[in-house]
């Protein structure tokens, strides 16, 4: 069925963000106070400490990082379809604009000489009394992995990505006043190296803040795998705060199942199917290898309380969704819609846990067997529960959710000077 508004009688009303301030506000205050609990919970033991604080600060930037590629694909494909939603990945995104400000802590270890509290590459003289065959392995990567390298890195990617998030809200928003159609063809333009600088950005940034968590393993299909996990997060924030939106009388007739149907496609095929996919491939490849520099990997994470949160990853990010959100019914029902994203973002934030939290004990080498590595560590605690790092996590969901509604009060909710608009409300899939 054709939808029933113009471009020109969508109400006022229900592109205005004004009545978004103030659960902005209480949610920005909600967030400060749970990520100093957070804090006040795990600041007795410094290494989990360091590793919470990395989970919770990456759920927020994965989620916003989502949103940007979005945004970016949806000007490279120049996409009509996309128009009435893109307002609100826009100011996902543009969160990178002060996420920066969560990098601060890790900067603090580097000044404070602290830094392989989280990165054990950072005191290779330690790492060598611990771990001797570790720290060869380790060494001949110091060219890359040194402090000094890190931190230049970690600057480049978060001004990159900041630059990116202002650069496409920006001339976004002037176009609602000046209604510019060279605007749009400016953002399609300069999407092409904008999604080249993305790829480049997140790739090395997981390769810096997550993989090196254990700098003697390696994979090169790993920054795909943070891609698929960046969708996964950021497209279900996309679609769930435009349903939370709706439920509170904002973008009415103007966001319709067309749109939800799509923003479901694209979950279930970026975030579900192929982090599948490429999660699989990634197992398959390294265990079927079985070089012990690579498997003892994924055997830290089939050991204890974690081969539990492994089978739960399996089923709760891929099974269960999979068959949740194959029909397009569920993908066009609100309310089963945001269950699923809403459950995908559970699933993202244990997903996060699952690559950052685990620790590869130094003497899982020794172990002529499988099971008699699972009998040694059958009580390896897996802390996805730990109330601090609950509580730092959520903390910074609503941080991200309250700066978000506050640039949507400013913003609005919609992309009115877009030339496709009119196309946006027309859409139909067939």
Known sequence: MAHALSANAIPAAAISGERLAPRSRVLTIAGIVLLVAGFAMVRTDPGFAAKAWLQAWLFAVSLSLGALFF??????????WSVVVRRVAECIAANLLWLWLGFL??????????????????????????????????????????????????????????????????????????????????????????????????????????????PAWFSTMFGVYFFAACCAGGF???????????????????????????????????????????????????????????????MARQIGQWRIVSAALLFGHFVIPFLFLISRWTKRWRGTLTFGVAWMLVFHW???????????????????????????????????????????????????VGRTLARLVRTGLLCKGDPRLAESLRFENF
């Open 71 to 80: 945004v970016i694909i949806q000007h490279l494909t120049r996409a009509g």
């Open 105 to 214: 802590p890790i900067a603090w270890l580097w000044f404070d000489g602290r830094l392989d509290t989280l990165f054990p590459w950072a005191n290779l003289d330690h790492l060598r009394e611990v771990a001797p065959e570790e720290a060869a392995l380790v060494g001949k990567k110091v060219a890359f992995l040194n402090p000094g390298f890190f931190m230049i890195r970690a600057a480049s990617y978060l001004l990159v990505w900041a630059l990116l998030a202002r650069f496409f809200l920006s001339n976004s928003v002037a176009q609602d006043s000046d209604r510019s159609v060279a605007r749009s063809e400016k953002m399609g333009k300069w999407a092409g190296p904008a999604a080249i600088l993305f790829g480049l950005t997140t790739t090395f940034a997981s390769f810096d803040w997550i993989m090196s968590l254990n």
């Open 236 to 298: 279900s924030a996309i679609a769930l705060m435009s349903l939370r939106a709706q439920s509170r009388g904002l973008l009415k007739d103007v966001v319709t199942p067309e749109h939800y149907q799509d923003l479901g496609k694209m979950l279930f095929g970026f975030g579900i199917v192929f982090w599948a996919y490429i999660a699989f491939s990634q197992y398959m490849l390294i265990w079927y290898g079985n070089v012990p520099e690579e498997t003892t990997w994924f």
């Open 350 to 400: 244990v997903d996060l846990a699952y690559l950052i939290q685990p620790v590869i004990p130094h003497d899982i080498g020794k172990y002529d067997t499988y099971d008699a590595l699972l009998a040694a560590y059958a009580n390896e605690a897996a802390p996805v529960l730990n109330p601090g790092l609950i509580a730092l996590s959520a903390g910074m969901l609503f941080l991200l």
